[in-house]
């Protein structure tokens, strides 16, 4: 078995990998860094790193997260980086079976087969399982990047 983190983004539920994924944290200050991408939003202070927070909605074109208590910030391993993710809600871990898991039709919920690494039923409900790594180009990737370099120098 397999766990995953169910997190909520608008109205769509989306499962993360739990070894990808470090913590859960309530959104707190975070500082926008000039001309990146508009789905960057800046970066954290997280226990002594600086992490560079995306808008996950945003970044796969889904409605913009509401400003509620419930949001919060997945920080997660993507690429040998750590990058938190601004969702609406983390609901649960769950575990689901390999077996269960099954490939991604070409688009889900707004998202391109790309960024996904299965869908499993999770009860009556369907879990979109992110594949992280997928979810950002090697552009994209390089800018996170080079937005640590900006804050460590």
Known sequence: MDSYVVMRVGSERYGAHVSQV??????????????????????????????????????????????????????????????GMVVDAVEDVVQIAPESVEPPPSVVGGLEAVYLRGVARLGDDLLVLLNLERVFSAVETEQLKQVEKLVYG
Not at 25 to 46: C, N, Q
Not at 50 to 66: F, T, Y
């Open 22 to 83: 470090r913590s859960v944290e309530r959104v707190g200050d975070i500082t926008p860094v000039p001309r990146t991408l508009p789905f960057i939003k800046g970066v954290m202070h997280l226990r002594g790193a600086i992490v560079p927070v995306i808008d996950l909605a945003e970044r796969v074109g889904l409605a913009q997260v509401s400003a509620d208590e419930e949001r919060r910030i997945v920080v997660a391993d993507v690429d040998e980086m750590l990058v």
